[in-house]
């Protein structure tokens, strides 16, 4: 089992940058497909970003592809969610998430385990 623990959220304005971490605990961490979701308010929650076992895959949202950047430290048990160009239409919470799968995927029905998420909220 995994758990997961987001930070980093918070209050930015537009065109400015934050960066989400998202730790893990348990020592399998790198066996995990591992994800960022969010859902704004009144909205489904959405696949944003997953990165493979070792970091060498990722894929994106095109929302969001270009401005943010998935990455992981299996070492630290640790996911970052750099977020660049943050637009208010990004304003939402975000989740990590974990996943068994063996390729990468960006069905949120596909992740075993969730964080708890943190909220961004971009002002223009």
């Known amino acids: 089992q995994v758990q997961l623990v987001e930070s980093g959220g918070g209050l930015v304005q537009a065109g400015n940058s934050l960066r989400l971490s998202c730790a893990a605990s348990g020592r399998t961490f790198s066996s995990y497909i591992m994800g960022w979701f969010r859902q704004a308010p009144g909205k489904e929650r959405e696949f944003v970003a997953s990165i493979s076992w070792r970091g060498a895959s990722t894929t994106y949202a095109g929302s969001v592809k270009g401005r943010f950047t998935i990455s992981r430290d299996n070492a630290k048990n640790t996911l970052y969610l750099q977020m660049n160009t943050l637009k208010p239409e990004d304003t939402a919470v975000y989740y990590c998430?974990?996943?068994?799968?063996?390729?990468?995927?960006?069905?949120?029905?596909?992740?075993?385990?969730w964080g708890q998420g943190t909220q961004v909220t971009v002002f223009s």
């Open positions: 998430a974990a996943s068994g799968q063996r390729t990468l995927t960006t069905s949120k029905g596909e992740y075993n385990y």
